[in-house]
């Protein structure tokens, strides 16, 4: 990545100056305010035990799947209220649904449940080559009709963006249009960001935030197995 992608990149983290939406007009980052920044530290402070850890991970999560899903194309409808009113509301424009990637995906699934009653979820596990590094599909699981849906792919932490390069092409392989796929990730590192920004221009990346430094250990932490 080039000195001057790094700095747009990190410019966009600390909220957005004029303009600077044209350079990255799919990555989006959660609105900040001091709640979203306490719950980023509490996660960063090596002092969090497991209990805390996961209680505000799962705030945070919660925070991430409900802006991820403001992203979604809405379209207009009428409904009656129980006093007979006609009401003009808003609706889903087409079938949606999760897919998370094994295993720190996971920890988003039930943030997604929260706010989708029965969504569908699939499962993509991919690993890293212990040997090149290099990242490869080992499973997946998707709904029969993902084809013809909008797909929250969840991953919380992306350090390279190797990961989710490989899971998004998994996903166009199953004929998912790339601009039917919003990202959501609570930890982005610029080079990640850089790297799947550049690779999938047309879909969506919904982080809470860009900094160099990633929380790699979150999923051993959130699971427990640290």
Known sequence: MGSGEYAMIMKLS???SEGEEEYFPNLKILPSNDQVKELQTILRDRNTSRSDFKFYA????R????ESLNQLPFTKCEVITPTGALYQGLKYQKGNCGVSIVRSGEAMEQGLRDCC???RIGKILVESDVDTHEARVVYARFPEDIADRKVLL???IMSTGNTVIKAVAVLKEHHVLEENIILSNLFCTPFAAQMVTTTFPQMKILTSEVHPVAPNLFGQKYFGTD
């Open 154 to 156: 969840m991953y919380p």
């Open 63 to 66: 925070l991430v799947i409900e």
């Open 14 to 16: 600390e909220h957005k």
């Open 58 to 61: 799962d705030r945070l999560i």
């Open 117 to 119: 009653r029965s969504i």
